[in-house]
């Protein structure tokens, strides 16, 4: 029997959190951590900064459906829209060195 939050993987036991876009849960290093900075959602690449995290699968997509959905103010437990241009810019970057180390 499963352990409840958390999920076998390798042989071990790992955390596992659920992809405010999508809404799959999924082993929390396989997702991006997302802190509010402001009104301002930015990528917490060490998973050190301080606040109420959110978590989302590195592409874009998953970000276009937690964006229609109106995901994050919900997940922050903040009222109103916030900017999610430097998320959009961390997946843009990601997906541009993934596509340059793919040999053609």
Avoid: I, W
């Avoid at 301002?40 to 699968?57: K, N």
């Amino acid at each position: 029997m499963r352990q409840h939050g958390k999920l076998e993987y390798g042989g071990r036991a790992a955390p596992q959190r659920t992809c405010v876009g999508c809404r799959v849960q999924t082993v929390k290093s396989e997702l991006l951590r997302l802190v509010l900075v402001g009104d301002h959602v930015v990528p917490d690449l060490r998973g050190q900064l301080p606040g109420r995290g959110a978590s989302l699968h590195p592409d874009p997509s998953c970000l276009e459906l937690a964006e229609r959905r109106r995901a994050f103010p919900r997940a922050f437990r903040v009222p109103g829209p916030l900017d999610v241009s430097r998320v959009r810019a961390h997946l843009e970057e990601e997906n541009h060195e993934m596509s340059c180390r793919t040999p053609s």
